[in-house]
């Protein structure tokens, strides 16, 4: 006994343990929704999840108090209840009671963890697009119908569980069993037995319809969704179906009253042979013997439903389609003057990953993990740049103590940040920001005020602000700067009832026993912005790439979240996406504050208006986002992908071409380093065909080429815009197919059958040097393509990518050069541009400084160029002779500046 005592109370403490832990998170949640703003949203899912339960449970306990309670009305009829005193009226109401109210709440459990099903049938919107086969609303499919599927299973289990509790009712009582070995049954008993029963049989009829409309879904026919088979043979085995086992119910109540149990065995009997045959043999016998010999024509209507219903749900519907001839001669010298040329982009993010972390780090507790592309206006000029935030890894410290990382060690600091495409004589990028504190090349215009970054994508662990210690800022020299927070970030923590409750849900004693708390003391935890947002708004999907921006000298994150689903009809779930996705809202997150705020995108998106009923609040209108930040978003590189991938198959809107795949388009390859990878989007400045001539020529976009599937020439390139009004418009550029117009992995192979080039490469890739060749570009240059590829040179001992040819290809002529303006003028056979140097701007290519030759070359001390010429093919020779290949290459360099100028001083007399 005692034993069992202490069983007893070791189950309760560990039960009431485990109750407050929960209720200790679920107030501390409470708290952060608070300070982030957003308690309506916490106080929102918390009601419906509690109106759901509540409401199913209570509804499905009171349908089983009912029906036990209608028993009594039987089993009264029995003169031995009368002296019983279990039967006494108010005991068994009390039992009922407990008995009802324990099976309805178990059944509601579930369901009730589907609350949001319910919210969204609330407050559905419709879509505005109908269905060809059932001629519903699109929202029926993804508002409605889900609904009554995750109803079914705690209808059918309600239903269930009380006709048992009631057959048992009943048995116990003696009012349903045997007398002298025949079955005997009260006849209020049978009826009540027989609703119930008709009533299984009348969900299950429903059942049937409702699989009617699953067809939509339906994975049998030459693509997604209803076939030939589906329609012409499964919707008249649903609707067989459903009539029958609804008749079975209504011969169920009729036995009732008038005992025919022949008819409900016979409706039984009917049912399983409907269910073989109208539910496997026929539709298999139409599929085999209708429709495989004669596929295309049974199935083009339903492949053209597919189509229609794909480009829809992506997004694809709307892609304004232009024919792009090109020319097999040079365009004008006119399409070089143009934005696209100025922002040719000569870094590909790898490579200048590695830069920026050799140069830009300073300790080892720094560190960037990604490298972003945005634009800026700077001097007024368009500008794109290359941003790396400079964040805190906290386990790379030296020395881990509890209050290094929990009180002083608390943000990263500043960015760094450079044009796509300027570089140094040095082959590194032109810093704009730079260093720590963070410094501004371009003055007011990039300037950074507060640069501390308390929240970002590296910021996993929490920590404690305003305390007697002091933060660490950043380093300076032998001594490190410090700071306080004075931002409204975190959750106050100041006095002892709260330390207790942070202690308990971190599981720390020491936040209890520090000296090192004020009354003003803050812990913020959730600082991971992807996990911030998250946890904000969890119905929501989010992009894998946020991105850093500079407003107003703040550092804000911007990132891209999605409505999907996956109850889209016709159109086939693609993982991780569903079948219907919108770019419908932007998130910022304050880097400093940890604010975070939902600007909605899209006010058409039926997802997003039925999310912004549900809770009210949450999304603001795009308009008051600050000008300074809706200037920096762009259109995200993770759906652009998915849409281009799908679009590659789905460009096809004719059903007969689109049965043949005759015009598959896959990603191109490209060379990175030295392996192939498929080709990547790549965003860029440029001027858009067709839109050149009008006030704002210049536009942000995203773009990729495509290919024919198992080819590599070049078929089109889709670009998606960013700027303005035309925010998320796409744009497809197709190349006449009688035309040869080259792909990326064909300029990559005319680049390696290049002699000259070749030779470079193979010099540079001797002792002591590896070429990395970088992000192949593609761009429109008025009736031309040219293609831009940069090479970068990294010592194989070393990590630090310089970057030092050009390789540019345009009307069927590749050539290498140090900059854009020497490849183009090449291209050109004559000087059509001017080098940075000679015009005095911040052009493209390399910034030159006045002496570009080494003073102690030949070339510096010899006043004839052509002994000076033999000198360097002298120290070549006996460099190549020791095997010193890098000072080879570096004289080959040298000798080739030397006979440029040369033959410039031969073709001037």
């Not at 209570?58 to 039967?87: C, E, H, V, Y």
């Not at 519907?317 to 232009?322: A, C, Q, R, S, W």
């Amino acid at each position: 006994m005692a034993r069992r005592l202490m069983l007893l109370l070791l189950a309760v403490v560990i039960i009431l343990l485990g109750l407050s832990l929960w209720l200790i998170g679920f107030y501390t949640d409470w708290l952060w929704f608070e300070q982030v703003g957003y308690r309506s949203v916490f106080t929102a899912r918390l009601a419906w999840t509690c109106i759901v339960w509540l409401g199913s449970g209570l509804l499905f306990s009171g349908f089983i108090f009912f029906n036990l309670r209608a028993t009594t009305w039987a089993l009264k009829q029995r003169t031995r209840m009368d002296t019983s005193p279990f039967w006494d009226g108010p005991r068994l109401r009390r039992g009922l009671y407990l008995v009802s109210l324990i099976l309805g709440f178990v059944i509601s459990a579930g369901f009730s963890t589907r609350w949001e099903v319910v919210a969204r049938f609330i407050h559905r919107t419709p879509f505005g697009y109908t269905d060809p086969v059932f001629h519903q609303d699109i929202g029926f499919y993804v508002f409605q119908l889900p609904l009554f599927e995750q109803l079914y299973v705690p209808l059918q289990g309600l239903l269930l569980v009380t006709l048992v509790a009631v057959g048992l009712s009943y048995v116990l009582g003696r009012v349903v069993g045997f007398e002298e070995r025949k079955p005997h049954i009260v006849t209020k008993a049978k009826v009540h037995l027989s609703i119930l029963i008709a009533l299984v049989l009348t969900l299950k009829a429903l059942d049937y319809l409702l699989g009617m409309y699953q067809l939509v879904y339906s994975p049998r026919g030459a693509v997604f969704g209803p076939s030939y088979t589906d329609v012409h043979t499964q919707i008249l085995a649903a609707k067989a179906m459903a009539i029958t086992t609804g008749a079975v119910a209504v011969s169920v109540l009729w036995n009732a009253f008038q005992p025919r149990l022949r008819w409900v065995i016979s409706g039984i009997i009917l049912l399983v042979v409907e269910s073989m045959l109208l539910g496997s043999v026929y539709p298999n016998l139409v599929q085999r013997y209708v429709v495989e010999p004669n596929e295309l024509a049974k199935e083009e209507r339903f492949i053209g439903y597919n189509i229609d219903a794909t480009r829809q749900a992506f997004g694809l519907d709307n892609i304004v389609e232009h024919k792009f001839v090109t020319q097999d001669e040079l365009p004008p010298k006119q399409c070089l003057q143009s934005e696209t040329v100025d922002n040719i982009r000569l870094w590909d993010w790898r490579p200048l990953l590695e830069t920026y972390s050799q140069l830009q780090e300073f300790r080892l507790y720094y560190d960037f993990t990604r490298v972003d592309t945005d634009r800026y206006w700077v001097d007024g000029e368009y500008r794109q740049v290359m941003v790396a935030p400079r964040e805190l890894a906290i386990e790379q410290l030296h020395n881990r103590t509890w209050v290094n990382e929990r009180l002083q060690y608390t943000h990263g600091y500043g960015l760094v940040m450079s044009p796509v495409n300027r570089v140094t004589p040095e082959g590194l990028p032109d810093l704009w920001i730079y260093d720590i504190p963070p410094k501004s090349k371009m003055g007011e215009a990039l300037a950074v005020t507060r640069p501390e970054i308390y929240y970002g994508e590296q910021t996993n662990h929490y920590v404690f602000v305003r305390t007697e210690v002091p933060e660490f800022d950043y380093p300076r020299g032998d001594q490190n700067a410090e700071t306080l927070y004075q931002g409204t970030g975190g959750v106050p923590m100041g006095s002892w009832g709260r330390r207790l409750l942070f202690a308990l849900r971190f599981q720390d004693s020491r936040i209890l026993w520090t000296q090192s708390f004020t009354k003003d003391s803050r812990v913020m935890y959730y600082r991971n912005i992807q996990e911030r947002v998250r946890k904000i708004a969890p119905f929501l999907r989010y992009d894998n790439e946020p991105y850093m921006v500079v407003a107003d000298g703040r550092l804000f994150w911007i990132l891209d979240a999605y409505t999907s689903s996956d109850r889209y009809p016709y159109v086939q779930p693609v993982a991780g996406w569903g079948n219907y996705v919108r770019n419908s809202v932007k998130v910022v997150v304050d880097a400093y504050n940890g604010t975070v705020t939902y600007y909605m995108m899209n006010e058409r998106d039926p997802l997003a208006l039925t999310l912004g009923h549900m809770y009210p609040g949450l999304f603001r209108p795009l308009t008051e986002m600050p000008a300074s930040l809706r200037a920096h978003i762009r259109y995200p590189e993770e759906l652009f992908l998915l849409q281009a991938r799908i679009y590659g198959t789905y460009h096809m809107a004719n059903p007969r071409v689109f049965y043949n795949q005759e015009d598959l388009w896959n990603f191109p390859r490209e060379i990175y380093g030295d392996e192939q990878i498929d080709m990547q989007a790549y965003y860029t400045i440029m001027e858009l065909p067709g839109e050149i001539g009008r006030d704002r020529a210049a536009e942000f976009v995203l773009m990729l080429p495509f290919t024919p599937a198992e080819k590599a020439n070049m078929v089109a390139w889709l670009a998606a815009r960013n700027d303005g009004e035309h925010y998320g418009q796409l744009v497809l550029h197709k190349f006449p197919k009688q035309k040869l117009t080259y792909g990326p992995m064909q300029i990559e192979a005319r680049i390696d059958q290049d002699a000259e080039i070749s030779r470079q490469l193979a010099l540079w890739d001797q002792k002591g040097s590896r070429v990395v060749r970088g992000n192949l570009l593609v761009l429109p240059l008025g009736d031309s393509i040219l293609y831009v590829e940069p090479l970068y040179l990294k010592a194989k001992q070393g990590e630090l990518p310089e970057l030092r040819r050009v390789i540019a290809s345009l009307g069927g002529k590749i050539v290498m050069a140090e900059t854009v303006e020497e490849a183009l003028n090449e291209l050109f056979e004559e000087r059509v541009l001017s080098t940075p140097e000679e015009s005095g701007e911040s052009g493209v290519g390399i910034v030159l400084e006045p002496e570009s030759v080494p003073p102690d070359s030949p070339l510096s001390r010899t006043e004839g160029k052509a002994q000076a010429a033999l000198e360097l093919f002298g120290e070549a020779k006996t460099a190549r002779q020791s095997g010193d290949w890098g000072r080879y290459g570096e004289i080959l360099d040298e000798l080739e500046i030397l006979l440029r100028e040369l033959a410039e001083q031969e073709q001037s007399q």
